[in-house]
């Protein structure tokens, strides 16, 4: 079993930065550390959204519109962890922040941690 733990948020004023780090820990007997890792986000009143996902072996990398070319996402490997570089950030990017793992890379993800609360201000 995957377990992920996120890290990195806080309150931050329009345009600030900030980084978050997802690391994982446990193996799936079967998929070991599984097909893809991503970053999703539940702002206050909204369904959870995927905004960036990556591939543990390629690298392939998705980015939801919202947040293309402000956001990066990477990963290391040897770590087990994921970050996501957040830059500009806006009101709008206020929510709970969480990392999800696609396993068997079926596209469905989950063994979400517990979430990181980010607040921008304007």
């Known amino acids: 079993q995957i377990q992920l733990v996120e890290s990195g948020g806080g309150l931050v004023q329009a345009g600030d930065s900030l980084r978050l780090s997802c690391a994982a820990s446990?193996?799936?007997?079967?998929?070991?550390?599984?097909?893809?890792m991503g970053w999703f986000r539940r702002a206050p009143g909204k369904e959870r959204e995927g905004i960036a996902t990556?591939?543990?072996?390629?690298?392939?990398?998705f980015y939801h519109d919202s947040v293309k070319g402000r956001f990066t996402i990477s990963k290391d490997n040897a770590k087990n962890t994921v970050a996501l570089q957040m830059n500009s950030l806006k009101p709008e990017d206020t929510a709970i922040y969480y990392c999800?793992?696609?396993?068997?890379?079926?596209?469905?993800?989950?063994?979400w941690g517990q979430g990181t609360q980010v607040t921008v201000s304007s």
């Open positions: 446990g193996r799936s007997s079967r998929y070991g550390m599984g097909h893809a």
């Open positions: 990556i591939t543990w072996n390629t690298g392939d990398i």
């Open positions: 999800g793992i696609d396993i068997e890379g079926a596209g469905l993800f989950g063994s």
